[in-house]
């Protein structure tokens, strides 16, 4: 089932995710849902709070870009309960976007490469390496599951002038080809 994105100004986004127990309800169907949420938006990553709960959880789907870059690997994956246990080398600047903040993109730095230890669909917990976008877009997504966004993170001068954007986000005066939840006033 596709969801509807939370938007800017919502505040769920701003909420730290809990912890996400073996027992919750129709977790398999939350977390396909999920996907398809994604997928039918054009994202490669999605957090449990751009669909309104705030949970330690996110799927990611990096195969997507790799083909279009001709690249061999790439993973599909959901992480639950994720936790970044080190990040390392070199900050890069990359251009993000994000579902919940439709038309702004910016340039933010982060570090290439991460050890992130996380459970999977079967609770199960991995701990594993990566970098390069695989990581990039696992370093935005746990942001979220962490209740920050990427905006946080630019410049004084981006900042400023995506103020108003951001203003019309909230109001839900923004055209996107999916569906939305903003926030109300
Ligand atoms: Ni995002």
Same mark, same amino acid.
């Given at each position: 089932?596709?969801?509807?994105?939370?938007?800017?100004?919502?505040?769920?986004?701003?909420?730290?995710?809990?912890?996400?127990?073996?027992?919750?309800?129709?977790?398999?169907?939350?977390?396909?849902?999920?996907?398809?949420?994604?997928?039918?938006?054009?994202?490669?990553?999605?957090?449990?709070?751009?669909?309104?709960?705030?949970?330690?959880?996110?799927?990611? #789907?990096?195969?997507?870009? =790799?083909?279009?870059?001709?690249?061999?690997?790439?993973? !599909? +994956?959901?992480? $639950?309960?994720?936790?970044?246990?080190?990040?390392?080398?070199?900050?890069?600047?990359?251009?993000?976007?994000?579902?919940?903040?439709?038309?702004?993109?910016?340039?933010?730095?982060?570090?290439?490469?991460?050890?992130?230890?996380?459970?999977?669909?079967?609770?199960?917990?991995?701990?594993?390496?990566?970098?390069?976008?695989?990581?990039?877009?696992?370093?935005?997504?746990? #942001?979220?599951?962490?209740? =920050?966004?990427?905006?946080?993170?630019?410049?004084?001068? !981006? +900042?400023?002038? $995506?103020?108003?954007?951001?203003?019309?986000?909230?109001?839900?005066?923004?055209?996107?080809?999916?569906?939305?939840?903003?926030?109300?006033?």
């Amino acid at each position: 089932m596709i969801l509807p994105i939370y938007v800017y100004g919502q505040p769920v986004l701003k909420k730290e995710g809990m912890e996400v127990t073996s027992d919750y309800p129709d977790l398999k169907q939350l977390i396909e849902d999920m996907y398809e949420t994604m997928y039918n938006a054009n994202g490669v990553g999605l957090a449990a709070q751009q669909i309104g709960l705030n949970l330690k959880l996110f799927v990611v #789907d990096t195969i997507q870009i =790799k083909k279009e870059e001709k690249e061999v690997k790439g993973i !599909k +994956k959901a992480f $639950i309960n994720a936790e970044i246990l080190a990040e390392e080398g070199e900050e890069w600047a990359y251009e993000e976007g994000c579902l919940s903040i439709p038309d702004i993109r910016g340039e933010v730095e982060r570090q290439p490469t991460i050890r992130i230890r996380y459970q999977d669909e079967s609770f199960n917990t991995h701990e594993e390496t990566y970098d390069g976008i695989d990581a990039r877009v696992i370093q935005h997504e746990y #942001d979220h599951t962490l209740g =920050k966004l990427f905006i946080e993170k630019l410049g004084a001068v !981006k +900042k400023q002038l $995506i103020k108003r954007k951001l203003e019309n986000i909230k109001r839900g005066k923004v055209s996107v080809d999916y569906r939305i939840k903003f926030a109300k006033f």
